[in-house]
């Protein structure tokens, strides 16, 4: 054992896809573990009082839970600087990591929202499996990868940039790992499947429009545009915000929102079955106008290219309306939670791709007597520690 090698008992999980131990009273942030282990594990950052980093470089004893990791390229059996990054839960059983999702979920809620457990509690938050592979392979139609001076192509290590080559992707779609290089050049590329097209692409590479389909409906989009990186999450996240919406609160007639918009997937989600007048903002020029384009059929839709804080300045947001807001992994922030409170809508609801961000929004709202009345969460990123939720929020 090195001097920057100790022995550490894994404790909890938390957010990031790094488990807690402690080492002479202070928080040690372990990567590769999970609760319940023992493991000897390489300090990689003490610069901070009341936390250090660490690498698991072999664990001594090991979880029920922990499986062979789905990638053999991001394994423990590794050393920590040549493992890929971006699977960081992959040796961790399925169910358990929906269980350490939720109760990442959970905790968010009470540090940062300050949800009181019983309201946390009253939610049954529950993280449903994604549809697809058992294990969570085969789960991802768009890929980007590093290449280093070599030519040579992976994902970068975690938390470095630090090129790892690869000769697999077992986390993405068939098609995909058929288009692996063995080189390349540049600096990114990016591996995407869309409806029936596979390509390869540098990051600024021009390709015309690809076509998504949802259901019975068509999304033209960028060829290198956002768009939900699960096969399924377009079907999932449509129907769980169209469940989430409060019928009884729900105003056909009112202004109402899809804010950070897209192609319109939720746009067409609110608008639904019936004849109800949506708004989707969008700041990508490119983006709106597709929407525009895949709401056509919708007579009371409009897409407005425009940043969502403009937007909401403007004064155009109107009371009685349901919103629905799908903002960056950042989140909303305090100015749009603000706007979109002051604008007195009948309910909120809110697509999230990380929990503690979420949060962070959720306790805006608080500050303005709104409260989080249901909230669903999706295991749409296998092998990794994301997850999405959508959350329902109204008055109190």
């Known amino acids: 054992m090195s001097a920057h090698e100790v022995e550490l008992d894994v404790l909890r999980i938390a957010h990031g896809g790094v488990a807690v131990a402690e080492l002479d009273g202070r928080v040690v942030f372990v990567a590769d573990t999970l609760p319940g282990e023992r493991v000897l594990a390489r300090i990689t950052d003490d610069r901070h009082d009341r936390f250090w980093r660490a690498d698991t470089v072999r664990v001594l004893a090991a979880s029920q839970d922990r499986v062979r990791h789905v990638w053999r390229a991001a394994s423990v059996d590794r050393a920590p ?5 971006g699977a960081e839960f992959g040796h961790i059983a399925p169910h358990r990591q929906r269980a350490l999702k939720r109760t990442v979920l959970r905790d968010a809620l009470r540090r940062t929202a300050r949800m009181p457990d019983a309201e946390i509690d009253a939610l049954d938050i529950a993280v449903a499996a994604a549809p697809g592979e058992a294990d969570g392979t085969r789960s991802r139609t768009r890929v980007r990868l590093h290449v280093d001076r070599d030519g040579r192509v992976g994902p970068f290590a975690s938390r470095s ?8 992707l077992p986390l993405a779609v068939e098609p995909l790992e058929a288009l692996l290089p063995g080189r390349a050049r540049g600096r990114e590329l990016e591996l995407v499947a869309a409806g029936s097209e596979t390509f390869a692409a540098g990051p600024r590479e021009q390709r015309p429009a690809v076509v998504e389909r949802v259901g019975d409906r068509t999304f033209r989009l960028e060829a290198l545009g956002f768009w939900q990186v699960h096969p399924a999450a377009p079907v999932v996240l449509t129907a769980a915000v169209q469940q989430a919406i409060d019928p009884a609160l729900l105003d056909p007639d009112a202004d109402n929102l899809d804010l950070y918009g897209g192609v319109g997937l939720l746009a067409a989600a609110l608008a639904g079955a019936q004849d109800v007048r949506v708004t989707t903002v969008e700041a990508d020029a490119a983006a709106s106008a597709h929407a525009a384009h895949n709401l056509a059929d919708l ?30 992994r950042s989140g909303a922030g305090i100015d749009i939670v603000r706007a979109i409170a002051a604008s007195g809508p009948a309910q909120v609801v809110y697509v999230a791709c990380d929990p503690v961000a979420l949060a962070r929004d959720v306790a805006v709202f608080a500050e303005h007597g ?3 009345d249901r909230l669903d969460a999706f295991d749409l990123f296998p092998n990794t520690h994301h997850l999405e939720a959508v959350a329902r929020l109204t008055p109190r």
């Open 81 to 85: 600087e040549h493992r890929a990054g």
């Open 370 to 372: 709104w409260g989080v």
């Open 161 to 168: 940039r630090r090129v790892v080559p690869v000769q697999d």
């Open 299 to 328: 007579p009371r839709t409009r897409a407005v290219a425009a940043r969502v804080d403009a937007f909401l300045a403007g004064g155009v947001a109107r009371p009685g309306a349901t919103v629905v807001l799908d903002p960056p």
